[in-house]
């Protein structure tokens, strides 16, 4: 289905509401006026217009990513809710409610949705492999390429929809669970690899195969996301830019944490330690700001500083804790004390596949500090939920208590938008 007659800089907004969670519904009709100022969509997706749709996606992810990170710092042990907006409590009690207001936002609210910017990123990532497909390499430039590129972000996209919510849907079908979400991102990951490997395209390459050895592990395929992760050089990185303006493309988690200070780093993930020592990955300190809606200051993250810090997506030292997470004993012990030698911190100096084990989780929650993993982490590997269930929240400052849960359900907007839920309702 085509959006007919969407102002280009506004239409993958409309695209996510409109088509990405309820495809099926006919919106043309509502869509239907004369307006000059107005673009039609056989004028837009034109392959002319190849480079514009590809910065078009590439600010969506940016946006959706950004999100992502935000919402599972906040679910996880990452953040505490340090602002007003009662109805955003939810999801730092670990209560969160498909109706909830929140989950609703785009990726510049207070407490954006997980939901809605990464469908739309991953409709506009699958929208533009179609099209990139149905055009020749005659008709556009570095075709090959930007389908690498298309079909590895609809995988991130993906990837991130599945690790923040218990189900999704895709183009107004059936609700899926989080592992099939990541059966879906393993194929735009592989349609990724192809399409690179075949242009030369070799940071897209290497960012698939992180990708795919991620999604893999999720869904249980330790063998396969070991194959993978042994592919990726060492000191690979894939980072996405934020930008200071506008607003929508800014660094959320320094947003968040450091210009309207909404979310603090929690108690619990305050100056982590490794070997007995202050782990640099992971520095937090007291901004001394003070909302009066948290126990105390908004202590800060040092990872992200500025509006345009750069973010990863994909790189080597995940990789090698796929490997580390799967192989175990001496391999794993190694690839610790590897990563921690790059920050100038003590071996690991534990024994027993237990303590390895524990020393891989500790590992992953120092290296990808405030990337994304952790609340999917807690949530794959059973972890301690800190604080308890039960225990109160926020004591005499918000009220309630702490609950169980792990991942995010599927929003009202979807359940309200999209046919086959609805009608199953």
């Known amino acids: 289905m085509h959006i007919k007659t969407i102002p280009l800089k506004t239409r993958a907004l409309a695209c996510a509401a ?65 602002n007003a907006g009662g109805d955003n409590w939810s999801l730092d009690r670990r209560r969160p409610q498909g109706q909830n207001a929140w989950a609703d936002n785009d990726c510049t609210g207070f407490l954006p949705s997980g939901y809605v910017p990464a469908s739309r990123a991953r409709w506009v990532a699958d929208n533009l ?12 430039a570095m075709r090959t390429q930007r389908l690498a590129r298309a079909s590895l972000l609809a995988g991130f996209s993906l990837s991130m929809l599945g ?17 099939e979400a990541f059966a879906h991102a393993e194929q735009r990951f592989s349609n990724a690899l192809q399409h690179a490997q075949s242009s030369g395209a070799g940071d897209v390459a290497n960012a698939a195969l992180v ?41 959320r988690i320094w947003a968040t944490n450091l210009f309207n200070f909404s979310f603090g780093v929690a108690p619990w993930t305050r100056e982590l330690m490794t070997g007995g020592v202050p782990d640099p990955r992971t520095i937090t300190y007291d901004t001394g700001q003070n909302t009066g809606w948290a126990p105390g200051n908004v202590w800060g993250q040092s990872k992200y500083t500025s509006a345009s810090s750069p973010m990863p997506i994909a790189r080597w030292e995940e990789a090698q804790l796929i490997i580390a997470e799967v192989v175990g004993g001496d391999e794993a012990v190694g690839i610790i004390d590897g990563l921690r030698d790059a ?55 918000k009220g309630g208590s702490y609950g169980d849960q792990t991942c995010i359900p599927i929003p009202i907007i979807e359940t309200f938008n999209n046919p086959t839920i609805r009608g199953g309702a």
Request: glycine share 8%; hydrophobic share 40%.
């Open 18 to 82: 409109l088509v990405a969670l309820s495809a099926a519904c006919d919106v043309d009709s509502l869509l239907e006026v004369t307006d000059p100022s107005r673009l039609l969509s056989e004028n837009v997706e034109i392959p002319s217009q190849a480079g514009a749709l590809m910065n078009g996606l590439e600010a969506d992810f940016l946006c959706a990513h950004g999100a992502f990170l935000v919402v599972t710092a906040d679910l996880s042990d990452e953040y505490e809710d340090t």
């Open 163 to 179: 690790a923040a919510h218990c189900t999704i849907a895709l183009d107004s079908g059936p609700e899926i669970s989080s592992v």
């Open 343 to 397: 920050h100038g911190l003590p071996h690991f100096m534990g024994m027993g596949d237990s303590e390895i084990r524990q020393a891989v989780i500790d590992e992953r929650q120092r290296e990808l500090w405030f990337e994304g993993f952790r609340a999917y982490d807690i949530h794959r590997l059973n972890l301690p939920l800190v604080p308890a269930p039960g225990e109160p929240y926020q004591l005499g400052v």
């Open 129 to 140: 492999v179609n099209l990139l497909e149905s055009w020749s390499d005659a008709e556009v």
């Open 211 to 251: 990708g795919r050895a991620r999604v893999k592990l999720y869904q249980g395929d330790g063998q396969g996301a070991v194959a993978d992760a042994r592919q990726v050089p060492e000191g690979f990185r894939m980072d996405i830019y934020p930008s200071a303006a506008p607003n929508r493309l800014n660094n």
